[in-house]
């Protein structure tokens, strides 16, 4: 399947990097997985329907949105592909407790903020009310209402 928005060469790396793992955590094929990139650009499609006819700055925010909602999708899996520690007869070390749930979130909120400052301009169809006197008088031979200087309170 073709990717509508992350298109460049770079994307799996950008991704890759807002989560701050290596490709021997996440590989190009888990970013490009059926139940990851389509899911993630359909959510940033549906928010950004015209997407297609962006230009200029708000192409980028469109990207980086892109790239935050993939992230954002793979977070919760990350528990599972990183190890928390490893000790070997030379050496150990214990990776930094992440909650990916909170992370998850973090860049759902991102993803939004930058669909935010997508520019989209719309043109909305006002349509044009005149008013006009009173015709069904005119076209009776009625002259309307005429003051003959009386007061009728």
Known sequence: MTNKILTSETYHEEIRGRLGVGDDTVSNSDIDALSVMPIAEAKIIASVPKYADLTADDVTYLYAAAICMVA??????????????????????????????????????EAYSMIDMISIQTEVNIPIFGLSGPTRAIASGEQGCKSNGDSHV
């Open 72 to 109: 954002a999708i793979l977070a919760p899996t990350m528990p599972g592909r990183i190890k928390k520690s490893k000790k070997d007869f030379d050496f150990s070390y214990e990776n930094q407790s992440v909650n990916w749930t909170a992370r998850a979130t973090e860049l759902v909120d």
